[in-house]
């Protein structure tokens, strides 16, 4: 099937507001947000106040920078290469695991004032040919900001210049950070620049797959279990070199640990190239785990090892996760997460008994790139347990609190940096799902009970913090409803 | 000349929200991009405190405030922050884009002034200078528009202290801490804003100081100024942060001359100060003699602070030798002589060579080639990790970003920062005996 959306000969992207019809501002129910999706259109709500969230060039560059060998260069004032310190430790810390050496940069050209009014293309393109004849980078990300594109800098048009000079992929990516408040946009703009500039047609197939993860902390049990299966595994983007890359077209198809993360690269590989995209539910949890096999044993034609896979590990771990789960059933949870974990970590958690209250998404995607429901959304529908509220906060922690404070939860499941600590100061018991591979499989599974099972036994971190600390909003906000500050 | 960021080893100046998140009881609002506080706040630890980047204020502009501009935004978040955050000071600042669309940042914060609400507003778009630079220009936006000017008492002994920039310098309120004991040793009455148990009585205490003092080499300088402009306070500018007995009581004499101390209660505390301190350099001498893998010379890659104080550390204190030194802080540059001027004094007519430069490639590149005749002993940032692991060096991580090491408290000013200093260091050292 080819999809429209993906363009690849601009070096624009369309932002997933137009594409998936995303919004950032909602309050309702899960069976609310169902049927207006399927009607076409969920109605955005917008904010008349907010607190500061993330951008998505932070998404785009984070993505980028876990290639090995490669340069960003990032037409900006200073402030956006902020990035480039934790990138740098990040992706040291990373390649430890390859035992390969990290060299990919972020290379700034700290623009001025000056620069804002006469434009900054003369030095950016000085500070591109010393960065290859500095670093010797196998591919160049030039990458544009707010203020270069409000100043309207062409940097489509140096590229396209320099492509002609130079002997190593070049590509724009245009990440201003006032073009879509959905910076999982940022996702979609790196994958967009991989296809552009380095992804290659297909020669020949591979017995490969392609695995699109972040931090890759599980990356001997995918090797391993891709191995049972006959397959070799290509990790995205974390440790992959430029060549790596440029064969990803030659794969037997490509699976994602995120619906959110993996769309954009999945659906352009299955239009452009005719890799299957494996679009499932994400593997946590039981029903998540076996139904992602199963669809990856369809598509590889390797149903039979799979069941048997499955058969195998099921007698192992079942009987603890169901030991597990009667301890957790009756507790009250509140979750606040990205889309692609949201509504995922709803049904996990109902696996294991726990009562969802409040399901708080920081943006929702009413479809992806192939025109078809997010899996897990269409899940959830399906056979969720209940119908329970649910709202898309674009991260607004002062109205996460206000959910809080209203349905005082057991627990609160955060997965973003700074997070959890606001519930816990409020006296709320908070899980950081962070690593992607927190609830990964039968073992994740097994592991994340027993750390919700810990979290719940020990209380006394957020009850001493609690204690003494003092919330920093007013009483007036915790009255209002939690939808107050959202235009009708 | 083209500039080139290689290792960015600072922010832009919305980056000093963190100088307004560092006064209890104050708070940024941000008229910005959504993403541009949590950017800036990517790299320093000691960020969940009572405000937060996330609990910020911020416009998040969109492309809608791009082409219609973002002063009903603006506007409409001032007045619902006054709603639901509880704050005693709201400081609007600005990032690029607004600055460029040309919102009407003073006008709008003017009115919300004239209501009485407590709202000051600095411009701080990334484009006009760092986040060193934004600190000054905070404290002076806060300064000017928050103090009155009418005349208060003076307090007696009350001296205004202000030192490394908040959430930058990853010491900044352990140092703070230590310098305000030092003063208070002297018989002097501290007053900071930065930190537990401070906040915005302290700063409408600033008027009352009799003197300010500045422990710095060039951040905060221009805050300063404005409260001698505008109070009439003097100052005492000391450009050198003090660690060790030398540099520390260096700083107390002057301390004493500016604030009008006699020269015998002042040296009664150095005496004393400066015993306590050799006792422990006396115990731990052999280790400092003997640890055979530590050459005697050594390199400082950082902001202008720390290169310059580690360099008079271990050249006075401990003997040891400075090579070429280097400041990636953009130092703007008239401050530049000052500084330079200060890595010429330093004992036995010792004299450091310092460069000015933000291209972190070409620093390592220079000091691989530094004879260091012995193992390189290198301090700087989380960047410098990947340098000393290159030369076989000894490295302590002392200034921003510091990405792989926690400070909470802990402190490298005064008498005791400099016992703090050597602990690291020799921590390093001893966890390596091997050549």
């Given at each position: 099937m080819k999809i429209k959306s993906i ?12 594409r998936l ?166 996702f979609d703009?790196?994958d967009h620049?991989v296809l552009?500039?380095?992804v290659?047609?297909p020669?020949?197939k591979?017995?490969v797959i392609n695995f699109k993860n ?12 891709f191995?049972?299966?006959?397959l070799?595994t290509q990790?995205l ?11 990803i077209s030659e794969s037997v198809a490509t699976v994602c640990i995120c619906g959110t993360l993996g769309t954009y690269l999945g659906n352009a590989l299955e239009s452009l190239y005719g890799v299957p995209y494996i679009r499932t539910i994400n593997p ?7 139904s992602w096999l199963r669809e990856i044993g369809r598509v590889i034609n ?38 692609g ?24 995607d009413?479809q992806h790139d192939n025109g078809q429901p997010p899996p897990a959304?269409d ?110 | ?435």
């Amino acid at each position: 099937m080819k999809i429209k959306s993906i363009n690849l000969s601009s070096s624009n992207v369309r932002t997933r507001e137009s594409r998936l019809g995303s919004i950032t501002g909602y309050h309702g129910d899960l069976v609310d947000l169902t049927q207006q999706s399927r009607c076409g259109h969920v109605k955005n709500r917008e904010r008349c106040f907010s607190q500061s969230s993330t951008c998505l060039s932070s998404c785009a560059i984070s993505q980028l920078t876990r290639i090995m060998d490669v340069a960003v260069i990032y037409h900006t004032p200073a402030g956006c290469t902020a990035v480039a310190p934790g990138s740098t430790v990040i992706g040291e810390q990373l390649a430890v695991k390859v035992a390969k050496k990290y060299e990919t940069v972020i290379i700034g050209s700290d623009m001025n004032e000056v620069d804002t009014i006469f434009g900054g293309l003369t030095s950016l393109r000085e500070i591109i040919l010393k960065t290859i004849d500095t670093y010797h980078p196998k591919a160049l990300f030039i990458a544009s900001s707010c203020v270069s594109g409000v100043i309207g800098e062409d940097i489509d048009g140096l590229v396209s210049d320099l492509k002609d000079e130079l002997d190593i992929p070049i590509v724009a990516i245009h990440c201003e950070g006032f073009k879509s408040r959905i910076w999982a946009s940022g996702f979609d703009i790196a994958d967009h620049a991989v296809l552009q500039g380095i992804v290659k047609p297909p020669k020949e197939k591979r017995q490969v797959i392609n695995f699109k993860n972040f931090y890759e902390s599980h990356r001997q049990e995918i090797t391993e279990l891709f191995a049972e299966f006959g397959l070799e595994t290509q990790f995205l983007y974390t440790n992959a070199s430029v060549e790596d890359l440029s064969h990803i077209s030659e794969s037997v198809a490509t699976v994602c640990i995120c619906g959110t993360l993996g769309t954009y690269l999945g659906n352009a590989l299955e239009s452009l190239y005719g890799v299957p995209y494996i679009r499932t539910i994400n593997p946590m949890g039981v029903i998540g785990y076996e139904s992602w096999l199963r669809e990856i044993g369809r598509v590889i034609n390797k149903t039979d090892q799979v069941e048997a896979y499955i058969e195998r590990e099921r007698a192992i771990y079942l009987p603890q996760i169901t030991e597990l789960a009667k301890q957790l059933t009756g507790l009250r949870a509140v979750i606040g997460m990205g889309p692609g974990y949201t509504y995922e970590v709803a049904r996990v958690l109902q696996e294991l008994g726990i009562e969802v209250v409040w399901a708080a998404a920081w943006h929702y995607d009413r479809q992806h790139d192939n025109g078809q429901p997010p899996p897990a959304m269409d899940f959830l529908e399906k056979h969720a347990v209940n119908n329970f509220p649910m709202s898309v906060t674009d991260q607004q922690n002062f109205e996460v609190m206000n959910i809080l404070k209203r349905h005082q939860p057991d627990l609160y499941f955060s997965r973003h940096p700074g997070s959890t600590v606001w519930a816990v100061k409020q006296g709320v018991a908070a899980v950081y799902v962070a690593d992607e591979y927190m609830i990964f499989g039968y073992k994740g599974m097994i592991s994340f009970a027993k750390t919700i099972l810990d979290t719940v036994r020990n209380r006394s971190f957020e009850k001493n913090l609690a204690a003494h600390t003092a919330m920093p909003y007013t009483d007036w906000w915790y009255q209002q409803s939690i939808d107050a500050l959202l235009e009708e | 000349m083209t500039k080139i960021l290689d290792q960015p080893r600072y922010v832009c100046a919305l980056g000093a929200m963190r100088t307004v998140q560092s006064i209890p009881g104050a708070i940024p609002i941000l008229h910005s991009g959504p993403g541009c506080a949590e950017k800036l706040n990517n790299n320093a630890a000691g960020n969940s405190g009572h405000f937060s980047p996330n609990i910020f204020p911020c416009t998040s502009i969109s492309e809608k405030e791009v082409v219609f501009g973002g002063n009903d935004k603006l506007k409409a978040t001032i007045e619902n922050a006054l709603k639901v955050i509880n704050a005693e000071l709201f400081v609007v600042l600005t990032g690029c884009t607004s600055e460029i669309v040309g919102d009407r940042i003073e006008e709008i914060s003017r009115e919300f002034q004239q209501q009485g609400k407590p709202v000051v507003y600095v411009n701080t778009p990334g484009f006009k200078g760092n986040n060193i630079l934004g600190h000054d220009w905070v404290l002076s936006g806060i300064f000017d528009q928050f103090l009155s000017k009418e005349k208060v008492a003076i307090e007696k002994g009350c001296v205004n202290l202000f030192a490394g920039p908040p959430l930058y310098d990853p010491y900044w309120l352990g140092n703070l801490r230590a310098i305000e004991q030092l003063l208070t040793k002297l018989g002097l009455k501290p007053n900071t804003i930065f930190g537990h148990g401070r906040g915005i009585a302290n700063i409408k205490k600033i008027p009352a100081a009799e003197l300010n003092i500045l422990v710095s080499p060039w951040a905060g300088i221009q805050s300063v100024q404005l409260l001698h402009e505008k109070f009439g306070t003097p100052y005492l500018h000391y450009p050198v942060l003090p660690i060790g007995a030398f540099e520390t009581s260096k700083f107390l004499r002057a301390v004493a001359i500016a604030a009008g101390i006699s020269t015998a209660e002042a040296e009664k505390v150095i005496a004393a100060s400066e015993a306590e301190y050799y006792y422990y350099i006396e115990r731990y001498a052999n280790t400092f003699l003997e640890l055979r893998i530590m050459s005697k010379r050594f390199t400082v890659i950082s902001d202008a602070q720390y290169s310059l104080a580690v360099t008079k550390f271990l050249t006075n204190d401990l003997g040891m030798f400075p090579t070429k030194q280097f400041i990636t802080d953009d130092t703007p540059t008239e401050r530049r002589p000052l500084i330079e001027d200060e890595f010429k004094k330093l004992n036995y007519g010792i004299e450091a060579e310092v460069e000015f430069s933000t291209n972190g490639y070409d620093i390592h590149e220079q000091i691989a080639k530094v004879d260091f005749s012995g193992i390189p002993l290198i301090f700087g940032s989380s960047y410098e990790k990947k340098l000393s692991n290159r030369l076989e060096g000894l490295y302590v991580n002392i200034s921003y970003p510091m990405l792989e090491k926690l400070v909470i408290n802990s402190s490298l000013a005064g008498y005791d920062g400099g016992l703090k200093l050597l602990e690291d260091i020799y921590t390093v050292g001893m966890s390596r005996l091997v050549l």
